[in-house]
C-alpha cells in the first residue's frame, strides 16, 4: 500500500516569498500526481495534474514538478489569497491524498 | 459554467442510514465519471468512491472502509448523483464533496483527478 507524505506539516512564508511544498509517495506513481489549495471553509481547488500541469485558470505562480515518488509545488511570490492548506493526491489502486501543508503567514 | 451542489447531510444515529444528492449543471453530466470525497473535521481528504458514465458501464468502485455500506447510483434524467449511505458510524462524520473525476490515459501517461468540486454537505453520526 502506497504511503504519501507532504512537508513540512507547516510553512510560514511572507507575502511576496517563494514557498515549495514537497509530496512524496512511498513507491513510485509515475507522473500521477495532483495538487489541491483548499481555504477554510471552503472545497478543495484543483491546482495541478499530471505533477505538472496547470488546471484552467490556475495562475503561472504555481508551478508542479517531479515524477517517480518526489513532487514539488513552487509558489513563486506568494500572494495573500495563497494562504491555504496544500494538499497532493495520487492514484495507484485507488485516490489517496497525502495529509496536507498549511502555508500562513509568517 | 460547473456546479455542483449537494444536499442531505444531517445528523443521524449509530447504525442508521442517510442519503445524499448532488445537482450538477454546466457540464454533460451523463459523459462524466463522478466521485464523493469527504473530510472528517479538521482532518485532511479521503476519497469515497466513484461511478463511471453509462457509456463506460457505470461501475462503481468505493474505498475499503465504506465497501459493503455505501451505495454510489446517478440518475442521468435528473443530472443528479447519490450516495446511499447505510450502517453509520461515527467515523463516517465528515463534510461530503461531490466531485467531477478525471481518469484517462494517453502518451503512455495516466492521469486521475478532481477538476470540480461541489460546496459540501455535512454528515454527523452520532447518539
Known amino acids: 500500500e502506497i504511503v504519501m507524505t507532504q512537508s513540512p506539516a507547516t510553512l510560514s512564508v511572507s507575502p511576496g516569498e517563494r514557498a515549495t511544498l514537497s509530496c512524496r509517495a512511498s513507491q513510485s506513481v509515475s507522473s500521477n500526481l495532483a495538487w489541491y489549495q483548499q481555504k477554510p471553509g471552503q472545497a478543495p481547488r484543483l491546482l495541478i495534474y499530471g505533477a505538472s500541469t496547470r488546471a484552467t485558470g490556475i495562475p503561472a505562480r504555481f508551478s508542479g514538478s517531479g515524477s517517480g515518488t518526489e513532487f514539488t509545488l513552487t509558489i513563486s511570490s506568494l500572494q495573500s489569497e495563497d494562504f491555504a492548506v496544500y494538499y497532493c493526491?495520487?492514484?495507484?489502486?485507488?485516490?489517496?491524498f497525502g495529509p496536507g501543508t498549511k502555508v500562513d503567514i509568517k | 459554467e460547473v456546479q455542483l451542489v449537494e444536499s442531505g447531510g444531517g445528523l443521524v444515529k449509530p447504525g442508521g442510514s442517510l442519503r445524499l444528492s448532488c445537482a450538477a449543471s454546466g457540464f454533460t453530466f451523463s459523459n462524466a465519471w463522478m466521485s464523493w470525497v469527504r473530510q472528517a473535521p479538521g482532518k485532511g481528504l479521503e476519497w469515497v468512491g466513484r461511478i463511471k458514465s453509462k457509456t463506460d458501464g457505470g461501475t462503481t468502485d468505493y474505498a475499503a472502509p465504506v465497501k459493503g455500506r455505501f451505495t454510489i447510483s446517478r440518475d442521468d434524467s435528473k443530472n443528479t448523483l447519490f450516495l446511499q449511505m447505510n450502517s453509520l458510524k461515527t467515523e463516517d462524520t465528515a463534510v461530503y464533496y461531490c466531485t467531477t473525476n478525471e481518469e484517462y490515459c494517453t502518451n503512455g501517461v495516466c492521469y486521475y483527478y478532481f477538476d470540480y468540486w461541489g460546496q459540501g454537505t455535512l454528515v454527523t453520526v452520532s447518539s
Open positions: 493526491q495520487q492514484y495507484n489502486n485507488w485516490p489517496l
